[in-house]
């Protein structure tokens, strides 16, 4: 091969495994290393209006109308960009975030938003690949977000690893997005919230949020979503009873998985059972009676019949008008709760607080004070300043 001719430049050293003798018969070639970024991209220099010097290519910095024309054009890379933006706790990006997200607010809502939970192992990630699939096929456009306020503590996310997602992951109507990383679960899901309404002003129609099985992930994805899906496994231990039995009181539909093989029958009459305990059960939405189902994710049955279930819980609450009044309710709810998620930073953060907090939890736990009282002390404290 001539030099170069494998697409390297003619000064190309050799790597140091090879011999430095062995001619031009190698394909690869160490390249001098390219300044900037890892990518080689030249990064902005803030309040210079320009990009470093010396660099080939450079990362346009994205204005307000550029994001809202790129997510609402479908280019996948400036809805990256702008989940980014929205993701970010600078206040800078918290500010241009909020517009952005003012201005693709019309084009939001027109999407069917499913939240699907079920302890580890239940086949969260098996079943979105299969219904997930199952949905593009039929035309439409999938987002796969997911709240797991673990993440940020175990170092992964629940979608961080797409492999269970191959052929979705790799889908051009579909576009999946892990759990964003670190804060409170209320910061995980308000970052979730808008990347979800980006999503929709982008035009994908399904929106899927996964959430892990326990904890208090699952109440905040219900009051996120439309639709709530509960993934179960028949003859899962006792021990997981309790933790089911407060979940599916939230959910829309419980979906039994591992339908197939040996488990088919086991699967059913777990099916049987649940059908029968959710009788005694308030509806998760009004108008709408929650039943079991079975499916095999692996084998992709069933999709059909959950699909078919979530489109007549469209049409039933859409008609009694229960779909709109629960979104625009969810709108109000998400408000109150992050003033009350602000407020309880900002009273733990404030250095009044800081400073005296240790000794009245001392005085309390060694009961000098009453706790009304170190509630009283604390909030005049706080009130004073
Ligand atoms: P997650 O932790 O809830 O996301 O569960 P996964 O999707 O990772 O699935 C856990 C395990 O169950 C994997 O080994 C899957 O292959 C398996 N699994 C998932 N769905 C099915 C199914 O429908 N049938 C069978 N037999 N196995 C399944």
């Known amino acids: 091969m001539p030099a170069g001719g494998c697409g390297c430049t003619v000064d190309g050293k050799l790597p140091e495994w090879a011999p430095q003798d062995g001619g031009q018969g190698f394909a690869s070639k160490v390249l001098d290393g390219v300044q900037g970024g890892h990518d080689g991209i030249a990064s902005y220099t803030e309040g210079t209006s320009r990009y470093q010097t010396g660099r080939k290519y450079a990362r346009p910095k994205l204005n307000v109308s550029d994001y809202v024309k790129g997510v609402r054009g479908g280019d996948r890379v400036t809805l ?15 500010e241009k975030a ?33 219904f997930g699939c199952h949905l593009i096929e039929r035309g439409h456009k999938v987002a796969v977000l997911a709240v797991d306020p673990t993440s940020s503590k175990s170092g992964g996310s629940i979608l961080g690893d797409k492999t269970r997602m191959e052929l979705l992951s790799r889908d051009e ?3 999946i997005r892990p759990s964003p990383a670190g804060g409170t679960l209320g910061g995980v899901a308000r970052k979730t919230r808008e990347t979800m309404l980006v999503c929709e002003a982008a035009g994908f129609d399904v929106i899927l949020v996964e959430t892990v099985g326990v904890g208090q992930s699952e109440t905040t994805v219900r009051s996120m979503v439309d639709f709530f899906l509960l993934l179960m496994i028949a ?5 997981l009873q309790g933790i089911k039995k407060g979940i599916m009181e939230l959910a829309d539909a419980l979906l039994i998985n591992k339908a197939d093989g040996d488990n088919k029958i086991r699967a059913q009459m777990a099916r049987n059972e649940y059908e029968r305990a959710i009788h005694y059960l308030q509806p998760a939405t009004e108008g709408w009676t929650t039943h079991a189902y079975t499916c095999s994710s692996l084998r992709k049955r069933g999709m059909d019949e959950i699909w078919n279930v979530i489109r007549k819980f469209r049409e039933v609450t859409g008609e009694s008008g229960v779909f709109e009044r629960h979104r625009r309710e969810q709108a109000v709810k998400w408000v109150h709760s992050m003033v009350n998620e602000h407020l309880l930073s900002m009273f733990f953060k404030h250095p009044e607080i800081v400073r005296s907090l ?5 005085d309390v736990a060694g009961g000098k004070l009453p706790a009304v009282s170190a509630v009283q002390k604390l909030l005049d404290l706080f009130n004073s300043c």
Do not use: W, Y
């Open 235 to 239: 003859g899962a231990g006792d021990e």
């Open 358 to 362: 240790p000794e009245v939890e001392a």
């Open 173 to 175: 109507r579909c576009f």
């Open 98 to 130: 909020q517009e952005v997200l003012k201005t693709l607010l019309p084009h939001t809502g027109n999407s069917i938003r499913i939240g699907i939970t079920g302890v580890p192992g239940a086949g969260k990630s098996t079943f979105i690949e299969a």
């Open 80 to 94: 990256g960009q702008a989940i980014t933006l929205m993701e970010s706790n600078a206040p800078k990006h918290v």
